[in-house]
């Protein structure tokens, strides 16, 4: 939540992590056959803070959600959600990055986002009448209650982001990871995702977002992960979002612009070389 009191990691410094802390990452180093993408990261996310994620393609955001997500395993150091380094099953939900998707698949609205109760759901266990309800509840939250009966396939690149946002809802999770929620969706809608995303985080749910819009994770997030294979800098956006640690980050020459309390990335047009 924005005014909370927040831990400040920065260039990898590593903090105590609160032991109530849903997410606990200590020098995590892992990656894919014998390449290491992720290099002693270490970060502590609040119960409650709504995190960005920054970083060039390739810098690893994608591969820290899924060790988060307990898809990738550590080669060393550890993960903890909620306290267990095990699996965490439906207390995270991910949204994923809307392209990765096959939108052709035969299926409405409504049965996407049942799919989120899936995780909740015992040994052969059909959907029962609650189910359905907290799915149709989810919809509601995220303005697609009048879509419910559309074949998925039908639907614009805003609306399909809405629906993975409500299929993850759906499994109730204290945990949200999302990749990328706002690629492609026009700024009304995104301004909804993203007041959908404060009002989750003000109860308590703590969300991660990896997003390539620099403007919107300085005004809208409370904290931001600068992340290129190491924490680059990791704290509130005021302290990470200088033009000193964009360029480590990004290894490139970007602007920040800063016009009253708005700010702005460029990139810088009179620059031609890397840093
Ligand atoms: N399944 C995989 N097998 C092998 N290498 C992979 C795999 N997935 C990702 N990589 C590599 O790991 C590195 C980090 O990828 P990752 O997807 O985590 O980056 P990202 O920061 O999410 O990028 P983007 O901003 O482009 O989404 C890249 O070099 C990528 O090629």
Request: aromatic share 6%.
């Amino acid at each position: 939540m924005k005014g909370q009191p927040v831990q400040s990691t920065i260039a990898n410094g590593v903090a105590e992590p609160a032991t109530s802390a849903p997410i606990v990452v200590r020098n995590l180093t892992t990656g894919y056959r014998e390449n290491p993408v992720l290099q002693d990261v270490t970060l502590t996310v609040e119960r409650g803070s709504l995190v960005g994620v920054i970083g060039p393609n390739g810098g690893g955001k994608s591969t820290l959600f899924k060790a988060i997500l307990g898809l990738l395993r550590p080669w060393s150091g550890t993960v903890l959600i909620e306290g267990s380094p095990r699996r965490p099953g439906p207390r995270i939900a991910y949204v994923p990055q809307a392209e990765t998707v096959d939108w052709s698949f035969p299926v409405t609205v409504h049965d996407v986002v049942l799919m989120g109760r899936t995780p909740r759901l015992g040994f052969l266990r059909r959907p029962r009448a609650r189910d359905h309800e907290i799915a149709t509840e989810a919809l509601e939250a995220v303005g697609m209650q009048e879509y419910r009966d559309r074949q998925i396939g039908e639907l614009s690149g805003g609306q399909r982001q809405r629906v993975f946002l409500a299929r993850a809802l759906a499994q109730e999770p204290s945990i949200l990871l999302l990749d990328e929620p706002v690629s492609g969706v026009d700024a009304v809608t995104q301004h909804q995702i993203f007041e959908l995303l404060e009002r989750l985080c003000q109860r308590g749910i703590t969300a991660m977002v990896a997003s390539h819009d620099l403007s919107c994770v300085a005004q809208r997030f409370d904290q931001v992960l600068l992340l290129n294979q190491r924490v680059v800098a990791y704290g509130p956006p005021e302290e990470v979002l200088t033009q000193e640690l964009l360029n480590e980050t990004f290894r490139s020459h970007l602007l920040l612009l800063r016009v009253g309390e708005r700010t702005f990335v460029v990139e810088d047009p009179d620059h031609h070389g890397t840093a």
